[in-house]
Nanobody
Framework: VQLQASGGGLVQAGGSLRLSCAAS????????MGWFRQAPGKEREFVST????????YYADSVKGRFTISRDNAKNTVYLQINSLKPEDTAVYYC??????????????WGQGTQVTVSS
């Protein structure tokens, strides 16, 4: 399974972006999908996740109310709508996917990341 993230860019504070992550290859083995981010000098952190059916979503407290995760299984794509961007949202955003469902299953597949830079 390969994951290709896109949609990052430079945006002013308060702006919006929509990140996309397309899965290819053996997509039948893709279940929960998620987004993580890593800011300069910091560890990678969880942002959001969505189950295969799209009925369950979870968010980090820092992004609740501003970020929305969704997926289109027909397109093998997960999205992250980011609104009300803040400078502290600046990071490389990575998408990831699990090879089996469940909260205790680790992410087996990772994309290459897309840069989001928010100017104040």
């Amino acid at each position: 399974v390969q994951l290709q993230a896109s949609g990052g860019g430079l945006v002013q504070a308060g702006g919006s972006l929509r990140l996309s992550c397309a899965a290819s290859g053996r997509t039948s083995s893709v279940y929960d999908m998620g987004w993580f981010r890593q800011a300069p000098g910091k560890e990678r952190e969880f942002v959001s996740t969505i189950n295969w059916g799209g009925s369950r979503t979870y968010y980090a407290d820092s992004v609740k109310g501003r970020f929305t995760i969704s997926r289109d299984n027909a397109k093998n794509t997960v999205y992250l709508q980011i609104n009300s961007l803040k400078p502290e949202d600046t990071a490389v955003y990575y998408c990831a996917a699990k090879s089996a469902p469940g909260p205790h299953i680790g992410y087996a597949y990772w994309g290459q990341g897309t840069q989001v830079t928010v100017s104040s």
